[in-house]
């Protein structure tokens, strides 16, 4: 019996070709679809699941009520001793810092043995006790001593088997942003960012983690400036604790209140806060679980990368979406066909079949579509697979041979929805009365279903909002890029790697500003571009400290920098060369002056707790973290930050611009190969996730049109076909080609028009959400919902069309012929 189900269901696919082809085809676009995001969600659920105890290791975050529910990541210097010797259900604490390093983790570094520098980034300082409390695999040396002695590292084994390959490097040694030979650098070692470190072991770092680092130095021994470690006032500190098994995580965090209590109200009296007591109300303490500071941390800044969890939220809907739109067709046309084997029905009912017979032939049916759709799909899921790596920025790889992967998803797909997709057409059609069959009455029967009608609506409704939302993802992102942002991003070429030249800095810049197609160059870390130097202070008009300074950024900078950036000085006057007492002197933005209250700051002297500074100049609030932060305080002064040299050029001939710098570079720095990019760039870099997951959204919204648009395709043609009759008649009567064109599409047209009227209310509602997450944003304008209405409907009317035309041109005698 099963055996001739199948031999009729497969007899049925291959006659009707187009039919089988479309609900096939359409079907596996959206399982390929599905697949490739269900690959990116798994992939982006698998951070930091590793850990062993990891369910007990958490990072500490600190919080000020006083900013609502935002947390920094970071803490002081003495916390972690603190957490070790008063809370008896702390099993383990380590600290990780990368605020201290040149380029924000990013050096130049070779082997002692060497004189060629190699730029290289993942670069943080570490307690000797987080290796032992994140008890990370060691490929070679001791994990209980590897950072316990001063002026030690760990490398991971990418790093060791490109610098040492076949070899165990322990003991052997790195010489960081230098470009001395190795027996002058040894009596450097007051400088902590130009001296040997000993390779005291090699890791294997975790993959997917959000511990994305290659050079682990020592914090063993290491001040970073005078009563750096003792400082309560200074939070520098990444803080990760492991509890004992069985400690309220959520009590724990009351405790922590107790540190506030003991240590830092005590800290803030000395500094001759007057109302220090009231920290004991503002300070709160928050425990994040590892597992969640790759994708949960909203609300918590650091200045790590991330993923989302709203994106994945977002293509977990989409996949959905897509999968839903794939089996509204499949249902469609299932249901769509079935008036045409009516006749079928009732021919087998008259020779005997039972009603159980022919819902089992129709289940069988519909099954067998959904296993070829499966294997269609998961075809095009290989095939599509690098394309959406490259799109996502990801490595990413069906799991073969994990069937605990394939195996529920073709259950789901070729047996669940198989069923589901052929239950009503199976019931439908197994109830018909032969008699009335064979008569003709039932002809008609499936061309105005509103369960269909409703399907269509759904699936164009998710379509158009899709549309609308890849349109408003690219104009924010335009937006983004073109904004103004109060400083000058174009013709700025930025060299990475300069501090190991030590003095001769001022002298490679002089040399630059010799060059013809060089406007200006400065020296300085701090840039308004991610993955550069920050410092953020607190600030207060002289003679005027309390617990509530106006916070923002305390750049050094030097004397070229505002000219070289292109920004813009409102009031006052700029850094002069000729002024020593310049020294103290500072630049401060718009911000910073409004939040102090200085209506006339010029001449005023401001404070941020270890200097005092007067204010020279007013500069134009420029942008210097992402839009989607709004622009916060900023104070200049002139300083050292040596790493980058960022240089105005003339972009005429670039090619023979950077030719020359390259030369000049060499001259100083022949050891160490010149590293540039270009401020614009860089720019952009800070929104490739914007970006990535844009392209992401148009390519599976794409997607989703056209499988509604292969439902709509076949719909209308079966549609059609069942009115050739009336086609004909009417052509006999007079109706000219538009005519008959209008009246088979307008019904189409009308549930497109139904969608949209549903669609533009949810895609206000979802976009406006999205744009919250940008302090700087666009306008959803009414333009939007009338040009995705309008494709919508345009898109619909060409897929309906053709097949209204081609029945249209039919001659009417063949149309009444056929009937």
């Known amino acids: 019996m099963f055996k001739n189900y199948f031999k009729i269901a497969w007899r049925n696919l291959t006659k009707q070709k187009m039919y089988s082809s479309i609900k096939i085809g359409g079907f596996a676009l959206g399982i390929a679809a599905c697949l490739l995001i269900a690959l990116f969600i798994s992939d982006e659920l698998s951070y930091d699941r590793d850990f062993p105890d990891g369910d007990r290791i958490y990072r500490v975050a600190f919080g000020d ?102 070899e165990d490097p322990v003991g052997k040694t790195f010489i960081i942003n230098n470009n001395l030979p190795f027996q002058m650098v040894t009596g450097l070692i007051n400088n902590n960012f130009s001296k040997p470190y000993r390779i005291g072991g090699v890791i294997n770092f975790p993959g997917k983690s959000h511990f994305q680092y290659d050079f682990l130095l020592t914090l063993k021994g290491l001040e970073f400036w005078p009563g750096e470690q003792n400082a309560w006032y200074a939070n520098n500190y990444h803080t990760y604790v492991k509890l004992r098994p069985g400690t309220n995580a959520t009590l724990f965090e009351e405790k922590l209140k107790d540190i506030t209590k003991k240590y830092i109200i005590i800290q803030a009296r000395k500094a001759g806060f007057k109302d220090a007591d009231k920290l004991l109300e503002r300070y709160n303490f928050k425990l994040q679980p590892l597992s969640d500071i790759y994708l949960n941390t909203e609300g918590i800044v ?58 089992g032939q129709f289940l069988i049916e519909s099954v067998l579509y959904g296993v070829l759709s499966f294997i269609l799909g998961i075809i095009l899921a290989e095939v599509l697979l690098p394309y959406f790596n490259m799109l996502s920025a990801k490595s990413l790889a069906i799991p073969w041979a994990a069937w605990w992967w394939l195996v529920p998803l073709l259950v789901i797909s070729s047996v669940v929805i198989g069923i589901l997709a052929g239950l009503y057409p199976s019931f439908y059609l197994s109830s018909f009365q032969p008699i009335n069959v064979l008569k003709g009455s039932l002809s008609g029967g499936s061309k105005r279903s509103a369960m269909r009608s409703a399907l269509v609506i759904f699936q164009f409704t998710i379509s158009i909002i899709l549309i609308i939302g890849t349109l408003i993802i690219y104009r924010q992102f335009g937006y983004i890029l073109n904004k103004k942002l109060g400083f000058d991003k174009e013709q700025v070429l930025l060299l990475h790697g300069a501090n190991t030249m030590g003095d001769q800095v001022t ?14 160059v400065s020296v300085g870390d701090y840039l308004p571009i991610s993955g550069t130097k920050r410092n953020g202070n607190g600030f207060w008009n002289e003679g005027k ?26 009031k006052g006057r700029n850094f002069s060369i000729d002024m020593p007492t310049d020294s103290k002197a500072a630049i401060i933005n718009q911000t910073l002056a409004k939040g102090l209250g200085l209506t006339d700051p010029i001449g005023k002297r401001i404070m941020n707790g270890m200097e005092t500074y007067t204010v020279i100049g007013i500069v134009e609030d420029f942008n210097y973290e992402s839009l989607k932060q709004e622009i916060g305080g900023m104070c200049l ?96 009567l007079g109706a000219s080609i538009s005519n008959v064109v209008f009246i088979l599409s307008k019904n189409f047209l009308i549930l497109v028009i139904v969608s949209n009227v549903i669609a533009w209310p949810v895609a206000y509602y979802l976009m406006n959400k999205w744009l919250q997450n940008f302090a700087y944003r666009i306008d959803i304008g009414w333009w939007i919902f009338i040009l995705s209405g309008s494709l919508a409907l345009l898109i619909a009317l060409v897929t309906v069309s053709w097949q209204a035309i081609k029945a249209a041109l039919a001659n009417p005698v063949e149309s009444l012929r056929y009937e």
């Open 65 to 166: 009520n006083i900013n609502g529910d935002i947390y920094g990541a970071c803490l002081q210097a003495p916390f972690s001793n603190v957490l070790k010797e008063d809370f008896p259900e702390v099993e383990q604490v380590g600290r990780i810092n990368r605020q201290e390093l040149f380029g924000a983790g990013s050096n130049q570094i070779r082997r002692s043995d060497k004189n060629v520098n190699c730029y290289e980034e993942g670069f943080a300082y570490a307690d000797q006790s987080l290796l032992e409390l994140l008890n990370l695999p060691m490929v070679h040396g001791n994990q209980a001593h590897a950072l316990d002695e001063p002026n030690t590292i760990v490398i991971s084994k990418g790093i060791a088997d490109k610098y040492f390959p076949n």
């Open 302 to 359: 650091d200045d790590l990368n991330h993923g989302d969890i709203r994106y994945v939220w977002l293509f977990g809907i989409i996949a959905v979406f897509i999968l839903v739109i794939a089996s509204i067709n499949f249902i469609n046309l299932s249901t769509a066909k079935s008036a045409n084997r009516a006749k079928e029905v009732g021919l087998r009912k008259t020779v005997g079949s039972n009603k159980g017979n022919l819902i």
């Open 637 to 732: 002064v002139l300083g050292n930050s040596p790493n980058i040299v960022s240089v105005k050029v003339n972009t005429s001939n670039i090619s023979r611009t950077i030719h020359s710098i390259t030369g000049v570079w060499d001259e100083f720095s022949s050891n160490q190969p010149i590293r540039y990019t270009f401020l614009d760039e860089s720019f952009a870099r800070m929104y490739a996730d914007v970006q990535r997951m844009g392209r992401i959204f148009s390519t599976f919204a794409l997607l989703a049109i056209i499988i509604a648009c292969l439902g709509l395709f076949a719909l209308s043609s079966f549609m059609i076909l069942q009115r050739t009759k009336e086609i004909g008649v009417r052509k006999v």
């Open 545 to 570: 400290r309390n617990l509530d300074p106006v916070g923002g950024q305390f750049w050094q900078i030097d004397h070229d920098y505002i000219n070289t950036m292109g920004m813009n000085i409102v």
């Open 507 to 520: 002298s490679l810049k002089n040399e630059l500003l010799k060059l013809a197609d060089v406007k200006s």
